[in-house]
């Protein structure tokens, strides 16, 4: 009896250690370390211009990056967001992302979200970047109306 409860016991054992491994010996990636630069800071009024990330890492390569931007100018006001695309190394797959699982450094980007493909092989990265703040443009077409002051709107004023 003590024989089939040793062989139950063992067997737990090396199935326990097999899930430790990951599918088809791809090794997990559970840290991100990116850097950010762009070709100058997002501000209001300004053409979007350029955000690249990049990474020291052999475990995934960095696909492209770019401003979630409908249109071509900052306004005040605004939080500038990026989207960056990462494809896993051969060998190597994504882990569940979470906050901590990435080393985000230059340009202030701060962490927003993360989605990773069934298979692992490829991840989207969402990062915000500060606040556009700065001088409003001046106001235009001043007039007023009986006791009223009027003037064109200005984009990202309250």
């Known amino acids: 009896m003590q024989k089939k409860h040793l062989r139950i016991l063992v ?6 250690a097999g899930l430790a491994f990951s ?5 997990t990636i559970s840290s991100v370390p990116l850097s950010f630069t762009w070709d100058g800071a997002p501000k209001g009024g ?6 690249t990330a990049s990474t020291t890492s052999k475990s995934f390569i960095v696909e492209g990056s770019e401003y979630l931007k409908d249109d071509d100018t900052w ?3 605004e939080w500038p967001c990026a989207e960056i695309e990462l494809s896993a190394a051969e060998g ?3 882990a569940t992302p979470n906050r901590r699982t990435f080393s985000l450094s230059g340009c202030n980007v701060q962490y927003k979200s993360a989605e990773i ?4 092989s490829t991840l989207i990265l969402q990062v915000y970047l500060s606040r556009i ?3 409003l443009p001046k106001i235009t077409d001043l007039s007023w109306s009986g006791k009223n002051a009027v003037w064109d709107s200005i984009e990202g004023s309250d």
Request: charged share 20%.
């Open 11 to 16: 067997t737990a054992a090396c199935l326990s």
């Open 133 to 135: 703040g700065g001088q």
């Open 92 to 94: 190597y797959r994504f």
């Open 23 to 27: 599918a088809y010996g791809e090794e």
């Open 117 to 120: 493909d069934s298979d692992g």
């Open 75 to 77: 306004t005040y006001g």
């Open 46 to 51: 300004e053409m979007v211009g350029t955000l």
